[in-house]
């Protein structure tokens, strides 16, 4: 598997490693890159899958089955079960109501609270909706030992870490583009009106 990947390894010649030793980190370089550009291309190609099949992204369809689950929320409300910023659901909000998926409705008690309601559309196309991958994911990590999933989440973070991307401020979606577009959307929505 050595070189398959191109390495720079003027980073290992400092380590002062027998050529053996060298070969072996590469290999463990390499099979970790692999096994990142692996879930990269996964989360890409279900990314796809859903966009093909049901015109959605998968913070659309989160943000569609939270609403069949929990009933009318707010959008502030929606935000924090999501782990979304109220602007990036806002975002989301617009496209689906575009679609007729979603309607916003101001509260009758509190007229500065407006929650939202899935349409009958939404209910059907949710029937045939395919499985949102970080569902598959949950159901797979579910199965594990706790020692496993320490494990992962340990290996995970300190991936994140050595990639310098710890603070970067992320949902708990498994989607590539299509969030970015939802955040930039709500990022130039925010310039916008500024």
């Known amino acids: 598997m050595l070189n398959q990947i191109p390495i ?18 590469l290999n463990y370089i390499e099979e970790v890159l692999v096994a990142l550009r692996r ?3 996964a989360t890409d190609l279900h990314s796809k899958y859903l966009a093909k099949t049901t015109g959605l992204t998968a913070p659309q369809i989160l943000l569609l089955q939270t609403l069949r689950d929990k009933g009318q929320l707010t959008i502030g409300e929606l935000a924090h079960d999501m782990s979304l910023s109220q602007a990036t659901v806002t975002s989301i909000l617009d496209r689906l ?11 009758q008690t509190d007229k500065r609270k407006v929650h939202v309601y899935l349409t009958e559309a939404s209910l059907e196309m949710l029937k045939s909706a395919p499985i949102p991958l970080q569902d598959r994911f949950t159901r797979e990590f579910s199965k594990l030992q706790e020692w496993e999933q320490t494990m992962i989440i ?16 992320v949902a708990p979606l498994l989607e590539i583009d299509l969030l ?12 916008t009106k500024n």
């Not at 003027?10 to 053996?20: K, M, Y």
């Not at 109501?97 to 979603?102: A, D, M, P, S, T």
């Not at 340990?154 to 401020?169: G, I, N």
């Open 154 to 169: 340990s290996s995970l973070k300190r991936v994140a870490q050595m990639m310098d991307a710890q603070h970067l401020e």
């Open 97 to 107: 109501e575009k679609r007729i998926l979603v309607v916003r409705k101001r509260s």
């Open 180 to 191: 970015d577009e939802d955040l930039s959307a709500s990022h130039s929505t925010k310039k």
């Open 39 to 41: 879930v990269i291309r």
């Open 8 to 25: 720079n390894t003027e980073v290992l010649d400092e380590l002062a490693l027998s050529p053996s030793e060298k070969e072996n980190l």
